[in-house]
């Protein structure tokens, strides 16, 4: 009896020095079916091949040299276990990647330059605001730096400038608008009480956060719910035992949380079609709209009093040389720490983000007590310690979430 194998099958050859398990031989081996992960991205999805064998019955982690990571091409496929990549396994039988020593070393630089960043951004904007009490014309200069920067960053070539359309600028125009109303709420907060107050009670963004979802439909598990309670308690705590306290201030601050949950919100809905627009891409055409937005505003509310308020900041200062330096490091150092976390996104995940994020409230208060020589009373910072530990419970219990979840961006 003649038979024909249609299907011969393709050698394979093992790299790994420890023996495979007869167990994940599967009939199916012969199978064109390429199995890969969809690992989640914060601007997309990205499909990134898997270095391990899958657990899947069916299937392997097949790794090939095609440049994108798959190959459809039916070539003889080669199974190989990464060797640069230390793995270990855990109790029931998952192949779990551990973190490279350079991959920490990249994370920490990622980590070092976001916080630098953000803290020298927090001292000289409150020094600025010290000498010249008007946030408006300062939060719109801030935005014409980041403007310049992201201008020249594609004029140069440095950074791709994406294909824009009307549809796009369009699509852009509510997130704009609610990021111009987060960044000059914030700006206000910050010339009317201490820094440290500001950013714990802009610690509070995961509360916003979830009731506005909720109104919009979305459900969080009972944790979440549960993880905001002390963030709330410890914000209500530090509100009404800080030294600094200031009703214009501690608005200004509920009100930029308000802004920028609204404008991550906003985004998720009104930005679906955009996903080829990168991060950084994305903010820069942000920080332009929120220019245009803001400026003719801050004419309106406060430029008949520049003039004067400058004279006096020079004799505050000494020489103008000195206020234009503090004014040029706010406004750069703006952009730079906002690009950073952006692109800190796309090398971490979400979840890591936000612990990073919480962490660098942390540092930044740290930071600007010390410089500013604030008084902090032990019930003050205790509230406040409070209410941090309560946004890195939320992030723990978010990450749980079984919904699809894009990321949220908080500054």
């Known amino acids: 009896m003649l038979s024909m194998n249609l299907l011969p099958p393709s050698p394979i050859t093992f790299f790994k020095k420890n023996p495979l398990h007869a167990s994940l031989l599967d009939s199916k081996i012969g199978s064109r079916t390429h199995f890969f992960r969809v690992q989640d991205n914060p601007f997309g999805s990205l499909a990134k091949p898997i270095s391990q064998i899958s657990k899947s019955r069916s299937n ?65 904007n409150k020094k600025v605001l010290n000498v010249f009490p008007f946030p408006w014309l300062l939060a719109s200069f801030q935005l014409f730096c980041g403007s310049v920067f992201m201008l020249i960053l594609w004029g140069t070539k440095i950074q791709a400038c994406p294909k824009i359309s009307k549809s796009f600028i369009v699509a852009l125009l509510g997130p704009a608008l609610f990021h111009t109303i987060g960044h000059i709420s914030a700006c206000v907060s910050f010339s009317k009480v201490a820094v440290s107050f500001t950013h714990v009670i802009k610690s509070a963004e995961p509360v916003f956060t979830v009731l506005f979802s909720a109104i919009l439909g979305d459900t969080y598990p009972l944790p979440v719910w549960l993880s905001i309670l002390p963030i709330v308690f410890g914000c209500s705590l530090a509100a009404v035992t800080e030294v600094s306290f200031n009703l214009g201030g501690l608005w200004g601050a509920m009100i930029s949380n308000v802004g920028f949950v609204l404008r991550n919100i906003y985004s998720k809905r009104s930005l679906q079609d955009f996903k080829e627009v990168d991060g950084l891409n994305l903010y820069g055409w942000i920080t332009i709209l929120s220019m245009c937005y803001l400026f003719p505003v801050a004419i309106f509310v406060e430029g008949s009093q520049w003039i004067g308020g400058y004279h006096k900041a020079i004799e505050a200062v000494g020489t103008p040389s000195t206020l234009y330096l503090w004014v040029m490091i706010s406004g750069l150092f703006y952009h730079l720490y906002n690009q950073s976390s952006y692109q800190a996104l796309d090398d971490i995940s979400p979840l890591t983000f ?16 010390l410089v500013f020589r604030n008084p902090v009373r032990p019930l003050n910072a205790l509230g406040s310690a409070i209410a941090i530990f309560g946004t890195f419970l939320y992030s723990q219990a978010t990450s749980k979430k079984k919904t699809p979840k894009v990321e949220e961006k908080s500054e």
């Open 60 to 124: 392997f982690g097949l790794i090939s040299k095609s440049p994108f990571g798959f190959s459809c091409k039916s070539e003889p496929r080669v199974l190989k276990a990464a060797p640069d990549v230390p793995s270990e396994s855990s109790p029931d039988g998952d192949v779990i990647e551990v973190a490279k020593p350079n991959q920490k070393f990249k994370l920490a630089l990622v980590f070092g330059f976001w916080y630098f960043q953000n803290i020298v951004f927090n001292i000289y």
């Open 354 to 369: 936000s612990v990073g994020n919480t962490m660098k409230r942390v540092v930044v208060i740290i930071a600007t007590v």
